[in-house]
């Protein structure tokens, strides 16, 4: 299958680790223009030397918890350089607790780095898609959109809005051959699930290694999966080969989530 990416350029958020990572790579690897997003200047500058050096590839320093700040600096990078085709939005999660001890300002921190973020960059990015009549906007959200995880209050209220605000994008963009996506990863072998696994296994008395094949057995493939398998679903959301697909969810959860 050809995706048609070669010299698109496309934005990822959260590209120094994990599944942010992996889609960096594998898009340039497909011959895309990446635009690294983090804010770790060093990490970024790590990142950018692993991506093949023979595109046109580059970073923004950019901190989630400044929307405006954010829109601002993405928005020089266009007009100094060029637009993107592809925004591939991918924010950290908030802490895990349950939904009744959680405080107002982690509710207010979560919409701003997932909800207001998505929303500046989308206002930032889909002029130029429009005039290109192509873009794809992909956002690593959560299985919890379709099934809440207990445990994660904050998170399973944030990413549920996250996918109706999705939604509602999509049909607003479709016309201008732009399409809105999410991925929903299940457990994945990043930093995050290893926080996860430890609060986990010091909450019920057993060690990280017994927790991660608990963890494992709740998903039928019996295992986890790698960043790459991830990257893998949202590279092809961001490609020509996907262009009749819109406003869906989809897991990558190794058949874990029990709804439709």
């Known amino acids: 299958m050809n995706l048609n990416l070669n010299n698109k350029n496309a934005l990822v958020c959260g590209s120094t680790q994990g599944i942010g990572k992996a889609t960096a790579m594998l898009l340039a690897a497909e011959g895309v223009n990446v635009t690294l997003v983090a804010r770790n200047r060093e990490k970024l500058k790590a990142v950018l030397a692993e991506l093949p050096q023979h595109r046109n590839h580059s970073y923004i320093v950019a901190d989630f918890s400044n929307p405006r700040e954010l829109q601002e600096q993405v928005i020089k990078f266009i007009d100094d350089n060029h637009g993107f085709h592809i925004v591939v939005n991918n924010t950290g999660g908030p802490r895990s607790g349950d939904i009744l001890t959680a405080s107002l300002d982690e509710f207010e921190n979560a919409f701003t780095m997932h909800i207001k973020c998505n929303h500046v960059l989308a206002q930032a990015t889909i002029p130029f898609m429009k005039e290109e009549g192509f873009g794809r906007i992909v956002n690593i959200i959560s299985t919890s959109v379709k099934e809440p995880i207990p445990g994660l209050g904050v998170s399973n209220t944030t990413r549920g809005a996250v996918g109706n605000w999705s939604k509602t994008l999509s049909t607003e963009v479709a016309p201008f051959g732009i399409t809105v996506n999410n991925v929903l990863p299940g457990f994945t072998e990043t930093e995050r699930l290893n926080e996860i696994i430890n609060i986990k296994a010091n909450i019920e008395g057993r060690t990280p290694e017994d927790m991660a094949e608990i963890m494992k057995n709740y998903a039928p493939a019996k295992r986890f999966a790698s960043a790459e398998e991830v990257a893998n679903a949202i590279v092809f959301l961001a490609s ?10 989809v897991p990558v959860d190794g058949g874990r ?4």
Do not use: D, F, P
């Open 240 to 249: 020509e080969a996907a262009s009749y697909i819109t406003g869906i969810n």
């Open 257 to 260: 989530t029990k709804s439709l």
